[in-house]
């Protein structure tokens, strides 16, 4: 066993000292894996990005209760009585100022996109002083809190960086109401940080809300322990309404990009196979180069399959070098990319791309699959080429 790795070591070698004889030809095929790796990566990373703001939002402590068989919080609405019901559940964390209960609204503004100058969607959220305090890694990296019952709003890092307008200071109009932006808030990267927050009172008048809202936030007694108030929506007929964790229900509307990550392994599978096309060529002309080599070392007692692996190690590392160098423009050109997507409101979710060690493996098993493939035949023609045939082939 010794002497036979003893030869495919000494035969892999020899295969990539001679790779400066088709220096061109082996760099056609590192750049073609580069390239399917980058791809797939880039896809990879933008689904990756947009699951980890959606779900980094939510909290199993937090419970949030919309419409029954509304999926989002835009085609759910709901009154104060609800909101009144509710509160007096059971299984709902309390301070010195009675339950912790937010009633929300959330309407759909305009904004100018920084980088194409179109107008897209912008969630505005009124919410009070407990709805804020249940977002408990917001924080203020500008300006001040906007003040009740004024025009005044408070705008997520994330609308900052894709839109045009929102700077602290500014004023900015949506339909006939002028608002003054007063400060800049961060939540950790997550989709909160897509949002507009502003008093709900305001909003409600504005956009002649009356008593109505469209979800419920309430911190649970336990964490993650939705029994009771699922006991009291089931005995009080007038509560027509689904509760889940915050957790559970961003981790559902992060499943929304999924799609790109399996597009991404169909358009990488696509270009692989034309990878493979040229990472064959390659390989065929590696072997015709070193017919005399072959020859030379089966004469001197290497064996069939010592030549058989050397050739498939010259492939996979190619293409792995290919893969490295893919992986290396996928981190320098994507990672922490800043992209905006439409969100399940119907709104721009601001997420960044995400590259992560599980990411990098997977391109590096894309790119081994390419060098085994391309590699096999090759390596099974010279592991079966005939001594006299290989010297009459070159001669």
């Known amino acids: 066993m010794g002497s036979l790795i003893a030869q495919i070591v000494s035969v892999t070698a020899m295969n990539l000292g001679s790779l400066r004889r088709r220096l061109w030809m082996s760099l056609a095929m590192v750049f073609a894996a580069a390239v399917v790796v980058a791809i797939l990566l880039a896809f990879l990373a933008m689904a990756k990005g947009f699951e980890a ?24 609405v709901m009154q104060q009585e609800q909101v009144n019901l509710i509160a007096e559940s059971a299984g709902i964390a309390r301070d010195a100022n009675g339950p912790l209960v937010s009633a929300e609204l959330f309407v759909i503004v305009d904004g100018t996109k920084k980088s194409t100058g179109g107008e897209a969607n912008i969630p505005l959220r009124g919410l009070n002083q407990i709805g804020m305090a249940m977002r408990s890694n917001m924080r203020l ?35 006939k109401n002028l608002w003054t932006v007063v400060g800049v808030f961060s939540t950790g990267g997550n989709i909160f940080e897509s949002e507009l927050w502003a008093d709900i009172k305001i909003i409600q008048s504005h956009y002649n809300r009356a008593n109505s809202y469209q979800s419920i936030r309430l911190q649970l007694e336990n964490d993650g322990d939705l029994t009771p108030v699922e006991a009291t929506i089931q005995r009080e007929p007038r509560l027509n309404l689904e509760a889940q964790t915050e957790r559970e229900y961003f981790a559902s509307k992060g499943k929304q990009l999924q799609y790109i990550a399996t597009f991404g392994w169909i358009v990488s599978s696509v270009m692989a196979l034309g990878a493979l096309a040229g990472a064959l060529n390659t390989m065929y002309t590696s072997v015709a180069d070193r017919a005399r080599e072959i020859a030379t070392l089966r004469a001197l007692g290497f064996s069939n399959f010592s030549a058989f692996c050397s050739t498939i190690a010259e492939a996979m590392l190619l293409a792995l070098a290919g893969g490295l160098l893919g992986s290396v423009a996928a981190y320098l050109f994507f990672d922490g990319l800043n992209a905006s997507t439409l969100g399940g409101n119907f709104t721009q979710v601001v997420f960044n791309f995400e590259m992560s060690p599980d990411l990098f493996m997977q391109g590096a098993t894309l790119a081994l699959v390419i060098g ?4 096999f035949f090759p390596a099974w023609r010279a592991a079966r080429m005939p001594v006299a045939i290989a010297f009459r082939h070159t001669a």
């Open 372 to 375: 085994f493939i391309s590699g």
């Open 53 to 76: 703001t959606m779900s980094g939002a939510g909290s199993s402590q937090i419970a949030i209760l919309m419409r029954e068989g509304s999926s989002t919080e835009l085609n759910s």
């Open 141 to 175: 990296v500008e300006g001040r809190m906007f003040t009740p019952g004024t025009n005044e709003m408070i705008v997520g890092a994330g609308v900052l960086r894709e839109f045009d307008g929102f700077e602290t200071g500014q004023e900015v109009r949506f339909g």
